[in-house]
């Protein structure tokens, strides 16, 4: 094993202890190199509502889980808005996939937000699914403008016009944690 993702060895009865030394980032934002992330927007503390809504506002791809007989987790893309209680999500998909079909049977879904590089920041949210079969142009538009360049969205919405299914997730929990590790 490579020393510095060394986590420590289980003594006999003991659970294996964290070594921080050994750990190749720092809890200060330090990326393996030893550079300091040079996005500020990164660190933002997500435990905090404005953290939180900065990382969601972020055009970052989301997983989205449902239960079943197995589990079954599938990337996204989203748009958030932060109303009521914690939010709701909006998610533009096709009701022939297995995700939204296990949707319309059980309405439970979770949703992941994370990073992809140090610290890894994340977010998780549970709640319940709407599915929307009508009229969902208008906001698939706006989930795509998080991820396109203005002039490239009509297009992409002309090729994924059979998409017809809008999932909106009312949030009934949501947490937030800084790094992930």
Known sequence: MHPARSVGRARRGRRPRLDSARLPFDHHGVTPRGH???DPERLARVNSPAGALALLERPLVAVVSTAGRTP???PVWFRYASAGDYGTFWIWSDRSRAWVRRLERDPNVQLVVA???PPFAAILARGRATLE???VLDEAHRICER??????TPAYLEAWRHLDTIV??????LRGWDRGY
């Open 147 to 152: 991820y396109l360049a203005p002039a490239d």
């Open 36 to 38: 300091r992330a040079s």
């Open 133 to 135: 079969h009508r009229n």
């Open 72 to 74: 079954h987790a599938v």
């Open 115 to 117: 990073e992809s590089e």
């Open 168 to 173: 909106t997730i009312e949030v009934e929990s």
